[in-house]
């Protein structure tokens, strides 16, 4: 489960922005909207958190810094290589900012085990990576890493908890690499929960782009994993009476993306692949229709399928970017109504997601926990903030007063400065 992300000097985030997931001591929705972590501290986590804001305020650069640092996690032992710098962008608005690191941190609880990860970095190195294990009270920091700019040395400092090799894998780890990445590449068995968490535990799809229908149409080989994708639907109330698997010849495309900024690789592979055909059925007669032939909001709510599915199924966690695009808001609040199910989400899956839908800020729906904005400061830097610094009554309708700028991160307009219409 993951607790709190921190980031700071990324894009539009100057200072440093947290978004955490603990659960208040507010007892409303407990039932649904909270997951119990297994530890003393933090006992409970939110299911669900959604994050608003107007255009350009920094929503996207939130939700694309968990994903640039899982990707940085995953390739840097193996994927870049020496000598090529990191795509990352600093905080470009001020001076003394634009050369300093860039910070990520992550928190999260893995087989009752909390752990605390976190690294910093220019686009040329790492300059701190540090690791604190929580197996009691106090924590355990089992490494840490500091570049010394002025020396031009890396030193490391090592637990007596952390066990292995140490030397080999210090030795090992390039300056653009991370040292839990290295350390795990070479058979570190206590990193390496840490590493498959982040790596196979956090899904992220950006703002724009949909997830490969592979991820959905892999469902369809087997009865069960179609029952499941038919009923995903047909909850949705999108007319689709049945999904036949229809096997067929194919390229397969793989992309990988890299935190270095180079061009995503793209390969294509001929193989045997199940494509989806829906069926729909009336009283005067039924026909079966392609993918491409549904509409635009059932094409992505069955792209989305496989991924949420897999999520709930796993206990993991994912991160959508506008997740309203072009889905009905009953059909978000469906999507969202199932990972704040304990019966459907029995192993505490998260979704994190972004939208401009104003009709979600509803107290029946979300905790004050789970509600967060984005707005720029005079400097244009970003500020992310919970709902719940507001306080606001039980019965208030939080629509009303987010659009009317209670709670700021709205957009303001100068009713003056509008283009009137045949003017010279």
Known sequence: MLLE?????????????????????????????????????????????????????????LLQA?????????????????????????????????????EFELTFVEAGVRYQYGFSLTPERIVNEWLLVYRAP????WFSRTFNARTGATTYEFSSHLTGPRK???????????FLSTAVQLNSELLRPVFTWIVEKISHIPAGQSPLPEFTNKWLKDVPGKRSIRDFLSS????????????????????TFSATGEPAKVSREEQEMVMPQFVHETKRGSAKFELHEESM??????????????????????????????????????????FQSAELNPHGAQLIFSTHDTSLLDQALFRR????????????????????????????????????????????????????????
Not at 12 to 30: G, H, N
Not at 42 to 58: E, H, I, K
Not at 313 to 330: F, K, P, Q
């Open 5 to 61: 992300f921190r980031v700071k000097n990324y894009r539009s985030i100057r200072d440093e922005q947290v978004l955490s997931l603990v659960a208040s001591v507010d007892k409303k929705l407990a039932s649904t909207n909270v997951a119990a972590t297994g530890l003393k501290a933090p006992g409970r986590v939110v299911r669900t958190a959604a994050v608003y804001g107007p255009n350009a305020s920094g929503k996207s650069n």
């Open 369 to 424: 926990d789970q509600i967060w904005f984005t707005e720029k400061d005079s400097s244009q830097a970003t500020r992310l903030y919970p709902l719940s610094d507001f306080s606001p009554r039980n019965r208030e309708a939080l629509e009303r007063g987010y659009l009317a700028g209670r709670y700021g991160a709205v957009p303001f307009f100068n009713g003056s400065d509008l283009p009137v219409s045949g003017a010279k």
């Open 297 to 338: 909001g059932t094409q992505r709510l069955y792209l989305l399928a496989g991924p949420v599915l897999d999520v709930l199924r796993n206990g993991r966690v994912l991160i959508v970017d506008e997740l309203d695009s072009s889905l009905h808001t009953l059909l978000v609040r469906r999507l969202i109504g199932m």
């Open 66 to 102: 968990l994903g640039f640092m899982r990707a940085l996690i995953a390739e840097s032992a193996t994927v870049i290589q020496l000598g090529q710098t990191f795509n990352v962008q600093p905080f470009r608005l001020d001076t003394k900012l634009s050369t300093q690191p860039t």
């Open 236 to 255: 949705a109330d999108i007319s689709i009476s049945d999904i036949v698997a229809v096997p067929r010849k194919g390229f397969f495309q793989h992309i």
């Open 138 to 141: 106090k924590p355990q920091q």
């Open 168 to 178: 080999l894998w210090q030795d090992s780890t390039r300056p653009n690499a991370l």
